[in-house]
């Protein structure tokens, strides 16, 4: 079946080691999204790739990269993760084309992220 | 600025009841899309709906249905004779086609289905 896959599951890291979550989709979409969601909130977008186009929030921290080196695959960067960025991070999907924007988003199952 | 309110933190039902879970938005342009998703225990966020600005016809997908109305800026969601498989964190949120994929979402409802 078509889907998103998040790797992995589960990850645990040392405060202020760098981590790197992954994404791929067989869904051949052209927009790729990364959400934070802490315990008990909302879903907060932190950036998303429109094709190759990059487009950061405005309130993203700096310690958040991204890359996405072809149309399957994007990459969650934390450089120097603290405490506070433990949480679930949501991989999300959809197909945007300039008549039909807006399109619904396809999540993964999210790669929940603890800080030691 | 685009904002979606959802007022019910937790509602509690017993099986077969029927269950209404509230959404409503604030939006400046003229159009926007509007969205339910439902997020269960295991943590996948599943699409439900998509409903654009300009189409305010009811819509009723088996034991679901949203009633969009435009005047009061509220897009609710009914479920009809609640299973406990229905149990999850259901989320409203908001796309305005001014800021193109941007989806900001409500701050969720917990619905607890009990047999």
């Known amino acids: 079946d078509a889907m998103v896959i998040q790797n992995p599951r589960y990850q645990v890291t040392q405060f202020g080691k760098p981590v790197t979550l992954s994404c791929s989709q067989t869904?051949?979409?052209?927009?790729m999204y990364w959400y934070q969601q802490k315990s008990s909130q909302a879903p907060k977008l932190l950036f998303h790739?429109?094709?190759?186009?990059?487009?950061n929030e405005a309130d993203t921290p700096d310690n958040f990269q991204s890359r996405r080196p072809n149309t399957s695959f994007c990459f969650l960067d934390i450089r120097s993760p603290g405490l506070g960025d433990a949480a679930m991070y949501l991989c999300a999907t959809s197909r945007d084309k300039g008549q039909q924007p807006n399109q619904p988003q396809h999540f993964g199952d999210g790669t929940r992220l603890s800080i030691l | 600025a685009q904002k979606v309110t959802q007022a019910q933190t937790e509602i509690s039902v017993v099986e077969k009841e029927d269950v209404t879970l509230d959404c409503v938005y604030e939006t400046r342009d003229t159009t926007y899309y509007l969205f339910w998703y439902k997020q269960p225990p295991s943590g996948e966020l599943v699409f439900l709906i998509r409903r654009n600005s300009f189409d305010e016809q009811n819509e009723i997908s088996g034991r679901y249905s949203w009633n969009f109305q435009k005047s009061t800026s509220s897009f609710n969601f009914t479920i009809t004779a609640s299973q406990v498989v229905d149990s999850a964190v259901y989320f409203c949120a908001l796309s305005e086609a001014t800021y193109g994929n941007k989806l900001v979402f409500g701050a969720g409802t917990i619905l607890r289905v009990k047999s």
């Open positions: 790739y429109y094709d190759k186009d990059f487009n």
């Open positions: 869904l051949n979409h052209n927009v």
